[in-house]
């Protein structure tokens, strides 16, 4: 199969650059010839830093809570102290016996309002407390800025014993 430059007739600016186009060229033939199918496993076997298809999640939206984790948040029966509490998504008072989704940030919830709100993002739309998610990209960004964060921690402790 030729590449893209050979098609075209033209050269690349450098050697990666024409790896990755060619690896996309024939990404766009093989799903053109396949309909569209069996596009999850191919995409399975590339690199996508290679092809620099790497989401940078500090600028996007989290993948929605992990469908098990919302399953499983705790259900609270409003009690007479707390029917002056509001839901913070829709502004309406909770009332008495009513049932509540109760996030682990401690923040209480109408079931309407949340679900479809964890459906789109994994966080609490208060205070941003994120849930675990099923996507594995992201969750591996979440674990290297935790490590990030506490390495950053060690030093600024590492730093202020050295001079007290």
């Not at 076997?45 to 500090?58: A, K, Y």
Request: aromatic share 8%; hydrophobic share 35%; with cysteine.
């Amino acid at each position: 199969m030729a590449s893209y430059f050979d098609e075209h007739d033209c050269e690349p600016l450098d050697s990666e650059q024409e790896a990755r186009t060619s690896m996309l060229l024939e990404l766009a033939r093989w799903v053109h010839g396949a309909g569209g199918w069996g596009l999850g496993s191919l995409f399975n076997r590339m690199d996508f830093e290679d092809l620099g298809l790497v989401v940078d999640w500090d600028h996007h939206l989290p993948p929605p809570a992990a469908k098990a984790v919302v399953e499983n948040l705790p259900r609270t029966v409003i009690r007479s102290s707390q029917a002056e509490l509001k839901c913070p998504v829709c502004l309406l008072e909770f009332e008495e016996e009513e049932t509540a989704i109760e996030m682990p940030c401690r923040h209480l919830f109408h079931s309407n309002c949340i679900l479809p709100w964890l459906s789109k993002t994994n966080s609490c739309p208060l205070c941003r407390h994120e849930l675990p998610t099923d996507d594995d990209a992201y969750e591996e960004h979440r674990r290297d800025k935790a490590r990030k964060q506490q390495q950053k921690h060690r030093l600024e402790n590492l730093h202020g014993a050295m001079y007290t």
